[in-house]
């Protein structure tokens, strides 16, 4: 048998697979159409997620594992915040080790577990890097420089101002007013530079986020490759790290910040280094649910999900719980 879990950071919502556990590890086809079928929201399993998280062998010193990022549309990602997060718990528990790396696409990335936030609220911090405002890092094209920080780009919207930043995984961010935030823009704007479009070949993650007060944020993201989540940590990250650039008098390096989202909220603390920046992703690591399965059938093309063995757990309770009392 193999297990796999339901997890999720912040309420975005992920299925998690170690490929150690398999005899013959999928394939990156198989992994593909797992990933497309699991996540359904009506035909998928337990009402479906917005990615698949795949934890392999890292050969790299003092890394526990490599993380692999499946979107919903199967569509492969170079980063993922809140799905690292869960990951980050997952080796832990593994390995018996608080403090590790995990391998990713571009970079081996620090990953360390806090004191619990509640019973039953594990806690952990990850390290969102590199960070890249080169436009061939996205990649955008047409938008008149090689970066974008705090423009006006009417082909966007009109009155608002837009940075572009890859975390490495690609972002849109802008902050906005309140009305703004409720208005449909976001998802006209996700919609649109997520299909073929002159700007953005690969897609791009696109984050509104309204300023509530000097140390907190209210994030909604439009993802690429999934659409509307409850959160996006590599998008909280990027916004994070825009605001800091954006007010320069408020002195925000360094400093914690609270991020508040449709799904509860985590922290963040934005760093620069010599050369660049990489930023603190603080929040929760859930799991939702156990799923006992045999190999064969997740090596199967047409999945069927009737036989996956389910385990719930009571740590969402606990989240909603611990939300309900302190969401900001
Ligand atoms: N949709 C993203 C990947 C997932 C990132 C997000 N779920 C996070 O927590 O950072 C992309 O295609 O770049």
Known sequence: MVQLQKVHGSQNQFFLLDQTQLKAPLTKEELVNLAQQITKRDTGLLNGADGL????????PQ?????????????????CGNGLRTVGRYLAQKYHKETFKVETMQSDLRVSCKPDWAQDVKAVSVEISPVSFQANDLPFTNLGATQLINQNVPEFAPNLKFSAVAVPNPHLISLVPNNILQSNLL?????????????????????????????????????????FTNAC????SAASLVYALTYPQEHLFG?????????????????RTAHSYWIELIGNATITHYIDVTESELHEKQLG???????STTENEAYQKFMATHHK
């Open 187 to 227: 998802e006209k704007l996700g919609t649109r530079l997520n299909q073929k479009n002159p700007y953005f070949p690969d897609g791009v993650n696109v984050s509104f986020a309204q300023v509530l007060n000097a140390h907190h944020l209210f994030v909604r993201t439009f993802e690429r490759g999934v659409g």
């Open 305 to 311: 999900f009737s036989n996956f063995k389910i385990t």
């Open 63 to 79: 890394v526990l594992g490599k993380m692999q990022v499946i979107n919903a549309d199967g569509s492969f990602a170079s980063m």
């Open 255 to 271: 400093q914690l910040l609270t991020i508040s989202n449709p799904g509860g909220f985590v922290q963040t603390k934005v760093h």
């Open 233 to 236: 940590g590599t998008g909280m």
């Open 53 to 60: 998280l795949v934890v392999s062998k890292s050969h790299h």
